[in-house]
């Protein structure tokens, strides 16, 4: 699914991603699997199981980067 970090607060490791459809899901930074800079206003790409976001990548730098493999 694809979506975009519209909340993210660093104290709490917790925020919000608004998905292509408007539905919104919290998740944890524990569920991003290529976490680094700034979040809000990322676009992201992740699966929902039982209403949770899960396995988010952030879509942005080179396809090495989004997917963990920086070079």
């Given at each position: 699914?694809?979506?975009?970090?519209?909340?993210?607060?660093?104290?709490?490791?917790?925020?919000?991603i608004r998905?292509?459809?408007?539905?919104?899901?919290?998740?944890?930074?524990?569920?991003?699997?290529?976490?680094?800079?700034?979040?809000?206003?990322?676009?992201?790409?992740?699966?929902?199981?039982?209403?949770?976001?899960?396995?988010?990548?952030?879509?942005?730098?080179?396809?090495?980067?989004?997917?963990?493999?920086?070079?």
């Amino acid at each position: 699914m694809d979506g975009q970090i519209v909340k993210y607060s660093e104290r709490l490791q917790q925020g919000i991603i608004r998905s292509g459809d408007g539905t919104r899901f919290r998740f944890k930074s524990s569920s991003i699997r290529n976490l680094s800079g700034k979040l809000v206003g990322a676009e992201v790409d992740f699966l929902v199981e039982s209403r949770q976001p899960r396995d988010i990548f952030l879509l942005r730098g080179s396809p090495w980067q989004a997917f963990g493999l920086a070079r």
